[in-house]
C-alpha cells in the first residue's frame, strides 16, 4: 500500500488544456491528482471525454495549457523538448491498444530495440530483454515474429518493451480494446501481477469493466476528472 508521504510518481496542480480552436475548446478543466508509487490507477471515460487529451499530457506527447505537471518529481511543463523526450524515455513505458510492434523482428528484438538508444551492451541488452519476456510469461515465445504470435501475446511483447527500461510509470492505452474477453482477462491478470511486484501502472480505458482492475478508479467526462473508488489515501480534485 503507498504511503502519502512517498514523493509521486505523478503530481498534476492545477493542470489544464484548452485546443486554441478557434474555436477553443476546453478537453481538460484544471484538475490536481496524485499517482503514488505502486499505485493501479485506472481512468474511465466515454468517447470525447478527453481520455486521449489527457494521455497526451500525462505521455508528455503535449504540453498542458495551465498548471503543473511532476513526473517522478521533475516539473516537465518548464522542461524543454529534448529534456520531456529524455523524461519520457526514461520515465515511461508505453502499452497502446494496436501494439506497435515492429512486424519483421522478433519478440525477443522488438523489446532488445527498446534500449538502443541508451548506452546499453548488446549482452546486457539480451539479458535485460529476456528476463521481461519471462516476467510477460513469453519466453517459449521469444524469437517468434508478431505475425506468429496472438493477440495476447503481442500484448505480452509490448508490455515486455515498455518494461525493460524500468520504467517508473506503465502508461496503457486501451491496453485490451483488440483482444478477446478472455484474452483481455488475461492481460489484466499481467498488469495485475506486476502491481503486486510494485509496478505503477495507469490504464486510460472507456470500459468499464476494464476499470474496475484498478485500485483506484477515476472516471473524466467533458475533461472534469472525478475519483468513484478510493482506496487508498491518495487524492484526486478537479
Ligand atoms: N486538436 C484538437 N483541437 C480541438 N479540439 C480537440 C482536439 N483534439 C480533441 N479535441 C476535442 O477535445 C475533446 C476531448 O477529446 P479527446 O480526443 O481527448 O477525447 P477521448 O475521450 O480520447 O475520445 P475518444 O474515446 O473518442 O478517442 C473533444 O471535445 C474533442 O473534440
Not at 5 to 26: K, S
Not at 118 to 135: F, S
Not at 161 to 169: F, K, Q, T, Y
Amino acid at each position: 500500500m503507498p504511503h502519502s508521504d512517498q514523493a509521486a510518481v505523478i503530481a498534476l496542480e492545477g493542470l489544464g488544456l484548452t485546443y486554441p480552436g478557434p474555436p477553443p475548446v476546453t478537453a481538460l478543466h484544471p484538475c490536481d491528482l496524485r499517482i503514488a508509487p505502486g499505485e493501479f490507477v485506472t481512468i474511465v471515460g466515454p468517447s470525447g471525454s478527453g481520455k486521449s487529451s489527457l494521455l497526451n499530457v500525462l505521455g508528455l506527447l503535449d504540453r498542458p495549457t495551465r498548471g503543473r505537471y511532476l513526473l517522478n518529481g521533475s516539473d516537465t511543463a518548464t522542461a524543454n523538448d529534448s529534456r520531456r523526450s529524455a523524461l519520457r524515455g526514461q520515465q515511461i513505458g508505453f502499452v497502446f491498444q494496436s501494439f506497435h510492434l515492429l512486424p519483421h523482428r522478433s519478440a525477443q528484438e522488438n523489446v532488445e530495440l527498446a534500449m538502443v538508444y541508451g548506452r546499453t551492451p548488446r549482452r546486457v541488452r539480451r539479458q535485460k530483454a529476456a528476463h521481461v519476456l519471462a516476467r510477460v510469461g513469453l519466453s517459449h515465445r521469444a524469437h517468434a515474429l508478431p505475425t506468429r504470435l496472438s493477440g495476447g501475446e503481442r500484448q505480452r511483447v509490448a508490455i515486455a518493451r515498455a518494461l525493460v527500461a524500468e520504467p517508473a510509470l506503465l502508461l496503457c492505452d486501451e491496453p485490451t480494446g483488440n483482444l478477446d474477453s478472455e484474452t483481455a482477462a488475461a492481460i489484466l491478470d499481467l498488469l495485475d501481477q506486476l502491481h503486486r511486484e510494485g509496478m505503477t501502472i495507469l490504464v486510460i480505458t472507456h470500459d468499464g469493466q476494464v476499470a474496475q482492475r484498478g485500485q483506484r478508479v477515476i472516471s473524466i467526462r467533458d475533461g472534469v476528472l472525478t475519483e468513484t473508488t478510493i482506496n487508498t489515501e491518495a487524492v484526486a480534485s478537479c
